[in-house]
């Protein structure tokens, strides 16, 4: 039986500390399936189906690695792609924190795993929040985006 997780999250953008967490997550799964979830009520800096599509070029040569839109409950998510496990990075005690009330009311719902990975001290600083804003100000963000992205998010400004 394979070992399938998702990865979920908004990733607006998507960060190296995201990519660093996955690509740590395949030494753990057969499969690792990118959730980029959307909420309706939220604003984003960049679209959902740009955000796939950035993460999508960025795996392309990862077959073990899907990319998908999703819009539910994160635990209905992984249900529906056959995913046993949930992987999730954490930065700091507050990420902990959220993410363990998190995981325990997922449990509840549906029988799913959740795996936690530290993330490495270089990327601790790093959050998505941070980097949109400095994307805001037209500040350089290629220290925290993958060479990929980092390109990818570059062409988009540079149409808008």
């Known amino acids: ?55 999508a070029e960025e795996f392309k040569n990862e077959p073990r690695i899907e990319v ?25 005690t507050i990420d902990f924190e959220y993410e363990k009330a998190l995981a325990h009311v997922n449990s509840l719902l549906k029988p799913v795993e959740t795996v936690f990975l530290l993330t490495e001290p270089q990327h601790s600083h790093i959050n998505s929040s941070t980097v949109r804003d400095i994307l805001r100000h037209n500040g350089d963000v290629s220290m925290f985006l993958t060479p990929s992205i980092y390109n990818l998010i570059m062409n988009e400004k540079v149409k808008k």
Do not use: W
């Open 68 to 92: 998908a839109q999703y819009c539910n409950l994160t635990v209905d998510f992984a249900i529906e792609k056959k995913a046993e496990f949930i992987l999730r990075g954490i930065r700091t």
């Open 1 to 55: 039986m394979k070992r399938i997780a998702i990865f979920p999250g908004s990733f607006d953008p998507f960060t190296i500390g995201h990519e660093n967490i996955v690509r740590r997550g395949l030494k753990l799964f057969d499969k690792i399936i990118i959730g980029v979830g959307y909420n309706s009520e939220k604003r984003y800096f960049f679209s959902v189906e740009k955000r796939v599509n950035f993460i």
